[in-house]
């Protein structure tokens, strides 16, 4: 027991979590598409619960879930297991290493009045020693979030990358209702699309949502007029306001690192273009000029530069330019006739895109440093990526059959995941800034 | 063909019947005949209609305003899709007569306005295909323009790639897809 005190945490989720988790239900499951390159082997034994008790949550699936979906690590099956335990001093490291495991995740939960308190020992089995041991107390509602916050300590101990298992990610699904009509909602979910909630539905699309820096908004496009909207919506209080109806197209919001602007594409002046919308007055500055399409804007991680598709040299292409308007715009993208739906990676050292070759739609990453341009996915309408928050994956949406459904990439292509939804096509997915 | 002539006695039928309540028909099981057809325009919800307005043909609330030269198979008025090509917004020649049409109708109808709908094929991405689907509907526009439409009976919307008439994942349903709607209110 190396410093035990030291690191055990003790995190209270509050109770707003708790009431939001119980109205929730899981409406998507994660399958794994692709195996696992080279990995870290670990095992996480099932967490010894209070007597009597049966929980709703598997705190060891979760977490082993959540850990094999990180494409870093390969989860023993618990058939493989010799011994379960559940205590630090009856772990016998030989037995770990005989089976070939790097790493052993442990714990126990126990119950006191309502409060659950979830006890976890990660170690090291060649090492024998213990990296980290967390303690988590929650309601019982809680206790799958519980799992989420043990997966993020885990995954930041070995791999050094803060985990994103605590993350939401907000998308937008689409399904015919009895009437045949289209029903579009944009929900709110976690990461793994578990409790997921609807934040707005309209019989007219809904388009682009797009996370705040502080993860406290979500802007969108909203058709419930029959024309586009920009709205701003807060998450907490669901008070929502009007920022863009101009005339023609009001799309493709992108928030400025600091929050304060939108990037937005308007055609009241003609033909599409970008203007950077400050939000404190709604005042506007039209950025690009340009006879063709621009839009799908993206800021760079400091804010001075702005990516965006445009059909100016007659396909659509990425170009990038000074967000104050100061100086030309150039072209980035030269692999493919279609590149459009740029974003940066949080160093600001790569893009990652829809690359269209041959009339396949696939999701491709661009290293401004090298040039190198890597196809992640092998689909034929692969769409909206953005980076996972630790950078580590990419969000995007694909056909899947006649469906629509999210799914993550790592960033070498090799581990691929389904979020899959249990209702109707699932799209435009974007990923919440970490809190 | 049997849309046809459906549609031929929704007009007829419909003007005829235009004090009728919506609970007066409401048979939507045979879709051939004038009683079908009357089913059509009253339960404007029902997929069948869906399916009549994939056909290029009327709504409910159209049927109540349009005379009957807009649902003739042989007036260029009946046809109120313009279709496109790929990634183009670029009218072709085929229908340079259907929107002389409509230009011709609005003139002569100036307190008659109309919405041109942009559409796009679900191939790339969305908010670029926003962009290109009104690129579409303002080629339109301009063209209309031209013949001498006032710019105030026209609005132009684009819905992308939003709004598929055609749901399979093949050329024939891009063709489809890639599209402006005249509508008329």
Not at chain 1, 26 to 42: C, D, F, M, R, V
Not at chain 1, 216 to 235: D, G, N, P
Not at chain 2, 109 to 129: F, K, V
Request: aromatic residues 8%; charged residues 20%.
């Amino acid at each position: 027991m190396i410093n035990k005190s030291k690191n055990i945490a003790v995190i209270l989720i509050s109770l707003v979590t708790l009431i939001n988790s119980q109205v929730l239900k899981a409406e998507l499951t994660i399958e794994i598409t692709e195996g696992i390159q080279s990995a870290y082997k670990i095992a996480v034994v099932p967490f010894a619960t209070p007597p009597g008790e049966v929980l709703v949550t598997d705190v060891a699936g979760v977490i082993a879930q959540d850990l094999a979906g990180s494409g870093y690590f390969k989860v023993l099956p618990r058939d493989e297991m010799l011994t379960r335990p559940t205590q630090p001093a009856r772990v016998k490291f030989r037995n770990w290493a005989a089976i070939g495991q790097d790493y052993l995740v442990i714990g126990f939960i126990t119950k006191d009045n309502n409060l659950y308190h979830v006890q976890m020992s990660l170690f090291d089995v060649y090492k024998k020693e213990q990296l980290k041991g967390l303690r988590i107390t929650v309601e019982a509602d809680a206790l799958n979030m519980a799992a989420h916050h043990l997966s993020d300590a885990i995954y930041q101990r070995i791999t050094g990358i803060p985990g994103v298992f605590t993350t939401r990610i907000a998308y937008v699904t689409s399904i015919f209702n009895e009437q045949n009509q289209p029903q579009y909602k944009l929900q709110v979910a976690d990461y793994d699309g578990a409790n997921a909630i609807s934040i707005a539905q309209s019989k007219e699309p809904i388009m682009s949502p797009a996370w705040s820096p502080n993860g406290q908004q979500i802007a969108y496009v909203s058709f419930e007029h029959k024309v586009s909207e920009i709205f701003i919506q807060t998450l907490k209080t669901g008070e929502r306001k009007s920022v863009a109806k101009f005339k023609g197209i009001n799309g493709s919001p992108a928030w400025s690192p600091d929050g304060k602007q939108l990037a937005i594409t308007l055609s009241k002046d003609g033909n599409s273009d970008i203007y950077i919308l400050t939000l404190a007055n709604l005042s506007l500055r039209k950025l690009t000029q340009s006879w063709a399409i621009d839009t799908e804007a993206a800021w760079s991680p400091d804010g001075t530069q702005i990516l965006f598709t445009s059909d100016r040299g007659r396909l659509p292409q990425i170009y990038v330019m000074p967000s104050n308007g100061q100086g030309s715009a150039k072209r980035l993208t030269f692999d493919g006739n279609y590149n459009a739906r740029g974003s940066f990676s949080a160093d600001g050292k790569k893009i990652v895109m829809v690359q269209g070759v041959q009339g396949k739609y696939r999701i491709a990453l661009l290293d401004l440093v090298t040039g190198a341009n890597t196809v992640l996915t092998d689909g034929s309408q692969d769409e909206s990526p953005s980076f996972a928050p630790n950078g580590q994956a990419i969000i995007y949406a694909r056909r899947k059959g006649d469906n629509e459904v999210l799914s993550t990439v790592s960033l070498d292509g090799l581990t691929k995941l389904d979020i899959q939804s249990a209702a109707g096509k699932v799209r435009e997915p974007a990923w919440a800034p970490r809190k | 063909m049997k849309f046809f002539i459906s549609i031929i006695s929704i007009v007829f039928t419909g003007l005829i019947l235009l004090g009728c309540t919506k609970d007066a028909v409401k048979d939507g099981s045979s879709p051939e005949g004038s009683s079908g057809a009357e089913s059509y325009v009253y339960n404007a919800d029902t997929a069948q209609l869906k399916e009549l307005n994939l056909d290029n043909t009327l709504s409910a609330a159209e049927t109540l305003m349009l005379t009957p030269e807009f649902s003739d198979p042989s007036s260029p008025l009946s046809k109120r899709t313009i279709y496109f090509e790929y990634d183009s917004s670029q009218v072709l020649n085929e229908f340079i007569s259907v929107i002389e049409a409509h230009g011709q109708y609005l003139m002569n109808h100036p307190n008659q306005s109309t919405t041109l709908q942009g559409h796009s094929d679900e191939r790339g991405t969305r908010e670029y295909n926003i962009a290109l689907a009104e690129q579409r509907a303002k080629s339109v526009f301009n063209m209309l323009q031209l013949i001498g439409v006032m710019s105030n009976q026209i609005e132009v919307v684009s819905y992308g790639e939003e709004k598929p008439v055609a749901q399979e994942h093949n050329e024939d349903s891009f063709a489809l897809n890639r599209r402006v709607e005249v509508v008329y209110k």
